[in-house]
């Protein structure tokens, strides 16, 4: 049994001495508490746990939430259960680590408690698109949130599984021979952050990026002990706590991002702003990063894709004063549309459209020049695009058939020779694929090699001879120059002048393209194309129509 002194410690200090950590909620003047539509009651007068409707009932208490993997087999709430969770939630039932987040927030001394799996109806759609709404108000608005970083599966609970401490003194004798200091060795590490939490299970998990950038206070169970982790602090159970304090170091990207995140919402600059003003970093740099850093996340349900950052796109959207499209931003769109894959496994093609990168599950890289990932930018940057008009056709359940876009910019045919990069240990022959970049692009009338650039999958290639030639149209969205006299930049030619581009593929009707690609070009090959209105649609024809509502522009943007 843990000694609970030690994170009731914690959860005072943070309440008494953290400013940051209290007003993180109500750091935006529109903001009013938003409760989830249930709530967990731990301790009920008739000790019966239950569901209770929370927002009908004003709860104006505080409440924990659970951030977890999800597991197989897991006891939910559906439809069908719900009327008798509002009674007796059968704890019995119930995986261990729930079981365990019940016992701990009684003994927090807290009332309430939120678990996705019990508290969302979970065959019910438009629940799931409702709750969704608000999920960034979830995380923010509750008291602690408990992070089960060890759990794998449905057995495993959330107490750590402690090391047995063992110690021996090592003592250091002077030249008499007498003892003049002596050092203990431990096989107990004293700052177990990285392995614990970073490294632990729930990092690796889709759904908890945004739960951990959105809480203010985590009390994180790590194989090893407890951890606290709150907007100033990251605190250990052998720490000096009122010594500890935050250091980006210690910090991994995501807490990192969301301090520069929140900074920016509070109107203070941080290290990170200074840093990328000289490298061309916008206020979308940072959604940017986080895309990338999510997009190695596994999810268990990849229909998930868009929606288990939603939370993250609301709070980003109050920053950048702009809306969300598909996992995009609609002011930034032709930086937004420069990402590439890599795959790690065969692709899976998701219900998106084809220019958004939530239609592919892999890890993606976003080659606008300043992001994280992409390079720095050297020289001026000049959009090539213009008029980005996306158009929606409303259908039934406020959702949307069409995820089309076209602007105006620079179109022209070139040649993709796909790397002939040929391994013999290679099980598949389109491993080569999954490498970035893949592929040599060639103008079409001389062949002449012009740049290269990365497929989105390999659905293009002939499966016969896939080194064959293959005609595709390219958009130019950026060129970028070299600054005039910037001599000590010791950059290629073909790296002082590029242009960033689409590959696209005809469709049926002229002027439509499906995305099929990512490419740098010498901005040469576009000196004689002509400038076009293009319009780039979805690239799967199968799509399920849930949640699509929350991800596309209003009206007001249709042509
Ligand atoms: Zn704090």
């Not at 698109?129 to 599966?153: F, G, P, S, T």
């Not at 795959?343 to 890289?365: H, M, V």
């Not at 996306?390 to 359940?397: G, M, T």
């Not at 696209?504 to 490419?519: I, M, P, T």
Request: one cysteine or more.
């Amino acid at each position: 049994m843990l000694d609970f002194k030690i994170p009731l410690e914690w959860i005072g200090e943070c309440a008494k001495s953290h400013p940051e950590c209290s007003n993180y909620s109500n750091s935006s003047t529109a903001h009013t508490p938003i409760f989830p539509t249930r709530l967990i009651n731990v301790c009920p007068p008739d000790g019966n746990i239950r569901l209770v409707p929370s927002k009908t009932k004003a709860i104006g208490e505080e409440y924990l939430t659970l951030s977890h993997r999800w597991t197989s087999g897991m006891y939910t709430t559906t439809q069908r259960s719900l009327k008798s969770h509002l009674n007796r939630l059968p704890f019995e039932k119930l995986s261990v680590c729930f079981k365990d987040a019940i016992k701990i927030t009684r003994q927090l001394g807290f009332q309430y408690l939120w678990i996705d799996a019990l508290c969302i109806i979970q065959d019910s759609p438009s629940e799931m698109q409702d709750e969704c709404l608000h999920m960034k108000d979830i995380y923010r608005n509750r008291a602690v949130m408990l992070a089960a970083d060890r759990v794998e599966n449905s057995k495993d609970g959330l107490y750590p599984a402690r090391l047995e401490s063992q110690s021996t003194p090592m003592p250091f004798r002077d030249t008499n021979g007498q003892q003049a200091s002596q050092w203990i060795l431990s096989n107990r590490q004293p700052a177990a952050f990285g392995s614990d939490v970073i490294h632990g299970t729930l990092n690796s998990r889709g759904w908890t990026l945004q739960e951990r950038i959105l809480a203010p206070r985590i009390l994180h169970f790590g194989k090893s002990q407890l951890h606290w982790e709150c907007r100033t602090s990251i605190w250990w159970e052998k720490t000096d706590f009122k010594c500890e304090f935050y250091t980006p170091i210690v910090l991994d990207e995501a807490r990192e991002m969301m301090t520069a995140m929140t900074r920016k919402k509070l109107r203070t600059v941080s290290t990170r702003d200074i840093a990328g003003i000289s490298n061309g970093c916008t206020h979308y740099t940072t959604w940017y990063d986080l895309v990338s850093a999510y997009s190695c996340r596994q999810l268990t349900f990849l229909g998930d894709r868009l929606i288990a950052i939603l939370g993250l796109a609301d709070f980003c959207a109050e920053i950048v004063q702009d809306r969300f499209v598909w996992g995009l931003w609609r002011q930034d769109l032709p930086a937004g549309l420069l990402w590439a894959v890599q795959a790690t496994g065969p692709l899976t093609r998701l219900a998106a459209p084809s220019w958004s990168w939530a239609s592919i599950d892999g890890e993606l890289t976003f080659y606008i020049p300043s992001t994280k990932w992409g390079r720095p930018l050297h020289g001026t940057l000049q959009k090539t695009c213009e008029d980005i008009v996306i158009e929606n056709s409303v259908i039934a359940h406020r959702t949307y058939a069409n995820g089309k876009i076209s602007c105006l910019c620079p179109l022209t045919l070139v040649l993709l020779s796909v790397f002939a990069d040929s391994n013999e240990n290679e099980k598949d022959s389109f491993d080569h694929l999954r490498k970035q970049p893949n592929a040599t692009v060639r103008e079409e009338s001389s062949r002449r090699v012009i740049g290269d650039a990365t497929l989105d999958d390999d659905s293009l290639l002939p499966k016969q001879n896939f080194l064959q030639p293959l005609p595709l149209h390219t958009m130019m969205l950026y060129r970028q120059d070299a600054v005039p006299g910037d001599c000590q930049l010791k950059l290629s030619k073909k790296q002082i002048q590029m242009s960033y581009c689409l590959l696209l593929k005809l469709g049926v009707k002229d002027g439509l393209f499906r995305r099929c690609g990512y490419a740098e070009i010498d901005p040469k090959a576009f000196s004689n194309a002509e400038v076009r209105r293009i319009a780039i649609v979805w690239g799967v024809v199968v799509f399920t129509t849930m949640h699509l509502a929350r991800f596309l522009p209003s009206a007001s943007d249709t042509a």
